[in-house]
């Protein structure tokens, strides 16, 4: 499956941003999906999860109740909300997949990567 990540830009602190993730060679519904991070000099983290039924879901006490990740299985397309957005929130932003199971929360548990989108927020 090959994904794509977009929506990622220059937001202030506070505001919001929505990221989409359009999957195209293979149906999504075979696959858990999440979206993960990496700041510079950081290693990359899972911010999000869903389950491929989309009735699981996964947030690190550091984005609970600030991020809300979605998925529309019709459309190949997962989403993640990102509101009361913080500088340290600034990171590139990947979504991935792996294989429908146990929704990953490390990234080593995903099969799959796409680009990044950067997200900057400015305080």
């Known amino acids: 499956v090959q994904l794509q990540a977009f929506g990622g830009g220059l937001v202030q602190a506070g505001g919001s941003l929505r990221l989409s993730c359009a999957a195209s060679?293979?149906?999504?519904?075979?696959?858990?999906m999440g979206w993960a991070r990496q700041a510079p000099g950081k290693a990359r983290e899972v911010v999000a999860a869903?389950?491929?039924?989309?009735?699981?879901?996964y947030y690190p006490d550091s984005v609970k109740g600030r991020f809300t990740i979605s998925r529309d299985n019709a459309k190949n397309t997962v989403y993640l909300q990102m509101n009361s957005l913080k500088p340290e929130d600034t990171a590139v932003y990947y979504c991935?997949?792996?294989?429908?199971?146990?929704?990953?929360?490390?990234?080593?548990?995903?099969?799959?990567w796409g680009q990044g989108t950067l997200v900057t927020v400015s305080s």
């Open positions: 060679g293979r149906s999504l519904t075979s696959y858990d």
């Open positions: 869903i389950s491929w039924i989309g009735g699981s879901t």
């Open positions: 991935s997949a792996r294989r429908a199971g146990e929704i990953g929360v490390r990234p080593y548990e995903y099969d799959y």
